[in-house]
């Protein structure tokens, strides 16, 4: 009686089964609640949720209540456990799901309590992080009185935020990072023997589609990604058009659902991890990091897709997070809610943006530069569009000016004809394409744009001399640097379609396997 069997802080836990007795899961005390209750679980019950997957370290308390017997699966054989047994996989897998749901609604989500302004473009970092990585949490913004209650309490300054209130530690001028290594989910040094068959670089479909079918595959397999898990496919609002998927699903979920296949089969998932290069070290490859790290790994794939363009407008920068957002999600959305927005671009992601903030009942107008809007974007969203009575649809116009006092309050509108016009504001959305996130790589070969060449894309001038040693020419997808591989919206010739970014994570992985026997 009285027993811990696991408490917060704690790195790691085993799958336990309890064969009779009791144990409850209490959520500890904070600064201004008591310990509370959660569940409780006996005979032919078992403890876990996701953070048994993610790595996660333990932020509730198991204590025995009744005593008995329980039977402890280490994490070692519970990843081979869902991964060798569909049945038992899939039971397990539901039953996590629902109970994180569960404790994000319930006094657990108090173990995580961000505090920040609602327009400060690091603690939407901050909150993005959290619902990428699907963690119990409370947002408190500071101009409501629970936020400013929780300030005074802890206490805060206006110069620690953000800030993260965690059981143990308050994390002052917080970030995605520091958070991340708090709760045990970024990278962690492996021992210096262990050495990885895959690491992919970048966790969009493409790098998550790659780890599906590595780690099925019997692959040993590490993703890691500079931000958090779903790329930029996770910001999407609506995916109409990825087969399987008729009502059509956001990218947030599809996202998500596929970093939990990829763990079910035993991928390990790290974020944020800001990769340095890839280097060949002594017949494999080493994957740096900025901190000094490093990842042994037979094969590499970047995966890293693109990041978002800004537009060339005096202040941009200074709206950011404050008014200026590259996604439309729940988050930015709850920002604006029924007031005046403009989402800029003419392709899908902008059409789907427009449309989900119009359900939102936000007045959009959407601005394309060209004069064509059929051009870049499907025929079923540009119906929607036009038949949608809460969008505006400005072509041959642009964005020339954002002005506002501490938050964005207005932008200027240039039409082809010259007109200048201003608009009250209360968000601008901007998706006017993206350039590969390829500058911190500098070993691989890259075109005019910065994208990536692979496979029959590389001239014998591309190649270094160590594949004349090799005696063969680089394989589908993989790079002008033996091992390495890329796919997704980082390659040259890519769709810049999620259909098709998933194609080339899961075709990748054949040449991965053509090189794993071979010395790098």
Same mark, same amino acid.
């Given at each position: 009686?009285?027993?811990?069997?696991?408490?917060?802080?704690?790195?790691a836990?085993d799958?336990i089964?309890?064969?009779?007795?009791r144990?409850e899961?209490?959520?500890?005390?904070?600064?201004?609640?008591s310990?509370a209750?959660?569940?409780?679980y006996?005979?032919?019950?078992f403890?876990g949720?996701?953070?048994?997957?993610t790595?996660?370290t333990?932020?509730?308390?198991?204590?025995?209540?009744?005593?008995?017997?329980?039977?402890?699966?280490?994490p070692?054989?519970?990843r081979?456990?869902?991964?060798d047994?569909p049945?038992?996989?899939?039971?397990?897998?539901?039953?996590?799901?629902?109970?994180?749901?569960?404790?994000?609604?319930?006094?657990a989500?108090r173990?995580i309590?961000i505090?920040?302004s609602?327009?400060?473009?690091?603690?939407?970092?901050?909150?993005?992080f959290?619902?990428?990585?699907r963690?119990?949490?409370?947002?408190?913004?500071?101009d409501?009185?629970?936020?400013?209650?929780?300030m005074?309490?802890?206490?805060?300054?206006?110069?620690?935020?953000?800030?993260?209130?965690?059981?143990?530690?308050?994390?002052?001028?917080?970030?995605?990072?520091?958070?991340?290594q708090?709760?045990?989910?970024s990278?962690r040094?492996?021992?210096?023997?262990?050495?990885?068959?895959?690491t992919i670089?970048g966790?969009?479909p493409a790098?998550l589609?790659?780890?599906?079918s590595?780690?099925?595959?019997?692959?040993?397999?590490?993703?890691?990604?500079?931000? !958090?898990?779903?790329?930029?496919?996770?910001?999407s609002s609506?995916?109409?058009n990825?087969?399987?998927?008729?009502?059509g699903?956001s990218?947030?979920?599809l996202?998500?659902?596929a970093?939990?296949?990829?763990?079910?089969f035993?991928?390990?998932?790290?974020s &944020?991890?800001?990769?340095?290069?890839?280097?060949?070290?002594?017949?494999?490859?080493s $994957?740096?990091f900025?901190?000094?790290?490093?990842?042994?790994?037979?094969?590499?794939?970047i995966?890293? !897709?693109?990041?978002?363009?800004?537009?060339?407008?005096?202040?941009w920068?200074?709206?950011?997070?404050?008014?200026?957002?590259?996604?439309?999600?729940e988050?930015?959305?709850?920002?604006?809610?029924?007031?005046?927005?403009?989402v800029?671009g003419?392709a899908?992601s902008?059409?789907q943006?427009?449309?989900?903030?119009?359900?939102r009942?936000?007045?959009?107008?959407?601005v394309?530069?060209?004069?064509?809007?059929?051009a870049?974007m499907s025929a079923?969203?540009?119906?929607?569009?036009?038949?949608?009575p809460?969008?505006?649809?400005?072509?041959?116009?642009?964005?020339?000016g954002v002005?506002?006092a501490?938050?964005?309050?207005?932008?200027t509108?240039?039409?082809?004809?010259?007109?200048?016009s201003e608009?009250?504001c209360?968000?601008?959305f901007?998706?006017?394409?993206?350039?590969?996130?390829?500058?911190?790589?500098?070993?691989? $070969?890259?075109?005019?744009?910065?994208?990536?060449?692979t496979?029959?894309q590389?001239t014998?001038?591309?190649?270094p001399?160590?594949?004349?040693a090799?005696?063969?020419r &680089?394989? &589908?997808?993989?790079?002008s640097a033996?091992?390495?591989f890329a796919?997704?919206?980082?390659?040259?010739?890519?769709?810049?379609r999620?259909?098709?970014?998933? !194609?080339e994570?899961a075709?990748?992985?054949r040449?991965?396997?053509?090189?794993?026997g071979?010395?790098?």
């Amino acid at each position: 009686m009285g027993d811990i069997v696991f408490r917060p802080g704690d790195p790691a836990y085993d799958l336990i089964v309890i064969e009779s007795g009791r144990i409850e899961i209490v959520s500890p005390s904070t600064h201004d609640e008591s310990e509370a209750p959660i569940a409780s679980y006996g005979a032919g019950g078992f403890l876990g949720e996701l953070n048994l997957l993610t790595g996660q370290t333990a932020y509730l308390t198991a204590r025995v209540v009744a005593a008995g017997t329980i039977h402890r699966i280490a994490p070692d054989r519970f990843r081979r456990l869902m991964a060798d047994d569909p049945e038992v996989s899939d039971l397990l897998l539901r039953t996590f799901l629902w109970r994180r749901d569960h404790l994000r609604d319930s006094p657990a989500a108090r173990s995580i309590e961000i505090v920040g302004s609602g327009m400060s473009a690091e603690a939407l970092a901050l909150r993005t992080f959290a619902a990428r990585q699907r963690l119990p949490h409370v947002w408190l913004d500071i101009d409501t009185l629970p936020g400013r209650a929780l300030m005074s309490l802890v206490p805060l300054a206006a110069a620690d935020l953000p800030a993260v209130v965690l059981r143990d530690r308050v994390l002052r001028r917080a970030g995605p990072s520091g958070l991340a290594q708090a709760l045990g989910l970024s990278y962690r040094s492996a021992p210096a023997r262990t050495l990885h068959d895959l690491t992919i670089i970048g966790s969009g479909p493409a790098g998550l589609a790659a780890a599906v079918s590595g780690a099925s595959e019997g692959l040993r397999t590490i993703v890691v990604d500079m931000v !958090g898990i779903g790329g930029q496919a996770a910001a999407s609002s609506r995916i109409e058009n990825y087969v399987g998927f008729p009502s059509g699903i956001s990218g947030y979920d599809l996202t998500q659902r596929a970093a939990l296949q990829a763990m079910k089969f035993g991928a390990e998932l790290r974020s &944020p991890g800001q990769v340095d290069g890839i280097y060949p070290v002594d017949g494999h490859l080493s $994957v740096r990091f900025t901190d000094g790290t490093g990842i042994d790994t037979r094969t590499a794939v970047i995966a890293t !897709g693109a990041r978002y363009r800004s537009l060339p407008v005096p202040g941009w920068a200074d709206f950011e997070g404050a008014g200026i957002y590259y996604a439309a999600t729940e988050i930015e959305a709850q920002a604006c809610s029924g007031q005046p927005v403009v989402v800029v671009g003419g392709a899908n992601s902008a059409g789907q943006a427009a449309l989900f903030l119009a359900k939102r009942g936000c007045s959009v107008t959407l601005v394309v530069r060209g004069s064509d809007i059929e051009a870049g974007m499907s025929a079923y969203l540009v119906d929607r569009l036009r038949h949608d009575p809460r969008v505006e649809i400005q072509v041959n116009a642009q964005v020339v000016g954002v002005a506002g006092a501490t938050v964005l309050e207005a932008i200027t509108l240039a039409s082809s004809g010259a007109e200048v016009s201003e608009r009250r504001c209360a968000a601008l959305f901007c998706f006017i394409g993206a350039e590969p996130a390829t500058s911190w790589q500098s070993g691989v $070969v890259v075109d005019r744009g910065g994208f990536i060449l692979t496979g029959s894309q590389l001239t014998p001038t591309d190649l270094p001399p160590v594949w004349a040693a090799l005696g063969r020419r &680089p394989l &589908p997808f993989e790079t002008s640097a033996p091992g390495v591989f890329a796919a997704g919206d980082v390659r040259v010739g890519s769709m810049r379609r999620v259909a098709a970014a998933v !194609g080339e994570g899961a075709s990748v992985i054949r040449s991965v396997h053509e090189v794993i026997g071979v010395r790098i």
